[in-house]
């Protein structure tokens, strides 16, 4: 029996327009569709596939605002059984160690748990640092970007692609893995699925709850910010060579003068 941990994350949809906050330059997410960030489907997946090998329970867990429950549902029609959601005022523009902190802290909340999977990095961030620092916090060991993931017992094993080769890497569990978009291929969720997801429970925690210092999250106690932004500037025309029989040089030249060669 395995029961697994998944972290979830909401992220502004890439195909939609996304800008900073004239207030605090932090992501505004209220300008942009809000939906489940694609590596953590592939995590959810991972999580199904090992519970459905043997016997489990997936738990989900999210830090975010309330619109947060759309992407927590998503997880759960595909077949996770509960979710924890931690939302607070207080974690608005907290970095990477502060939601680690904070999402360690919810993990802990999960009885017996014996693996936590996550996606190697969010794609509104693209830190990738979480996972590291969750499992330094937890003292777990930690398996990132896997590719190929098996449960043997008490033991994980898990391969990473390099351009050197393949690593093979191997834990005792509890462990904390984070998985690669190779990993597999996220399954859609059935209307079945979807209807079950909306009597599957969601526990909302605040940072108080967990036992999280609120003075120790959030932009004020970040160590990292945003100073100022700017967007990016509109695409202007390009320059045209008429080729007279020297069109060759004149490309060149213009490279030159770019300094691209």
Request: aromatic content about 2%; charged content about 25%; cysteine-free.
């Amino acid at each position: 029996m395995t029961n697994i941990v998944v972290l979830v994350k909401q992220v502004p949809d890439t195909y939609s327009e996304r800008k900073l906050s004239g207030a605090d330059n932090t992501l505004d997410r209220e300008s942009a569709d809000a939906v489940l960030d694609e590596i953590n489907e592939k995590a959810v997946e991972e999580a199904l596939k090992i519970k459905e090998a043997g016997e489990g329970e997936v738990t989900v867990v999210s830090v975010g605002p309330d619109r947060a429950t759309d992407a927590i549902r998503k997880a759960l029609s595909m077949g996770a059984d509960k979710a924890i959601h931690v939302s607070d005022e207080a974690l608005h523009g907290s970095d990477a160690i502060a939601t680690a902190k904070v999402l360690a802290a919810a993990i802990s909340k999960v009885e017996g748990f014996d693996l936590v999977i996550t996606g190697n990095e969010a794609s509104d961030g693209r830190g990738g640092a979480v996972p590291a620092i969750i499992a330094e916090l937890l003292g777990l060991p930690q398996l990132t970007h896997v590719n190929e993931l098996t449960v043997d017992g008490t033991s994980i094993k898990a391969d990473r692609y390099t351009e050197d080769g393949v690593t093979h890497l191997e834990a005792n569990l509890p462990a904390v893995v984070s998985v690669g978009e190779k990993i597999n291929e996220p399954r859609y969720p059935s209307f079945k699925g979807i209807m079950a997801a909306k009597k599957k429970p969601v526990e909302t925690l605040t940072v108080a709850d967990l036992g999280v210092d609120a003075a120790e999250v959030g932009l004020g106690n970040a160590w990292s910010s945003v100073l100022e932004a700017s967007p990016k500037p509109p695409r202007t025309a390009g320059e045209r060579v008429e080729d007279e029989g020297d069109g060759g040089s004149k490309v060149a030249a213009y490279l030159v003068a770019q300094k691209l060669i």
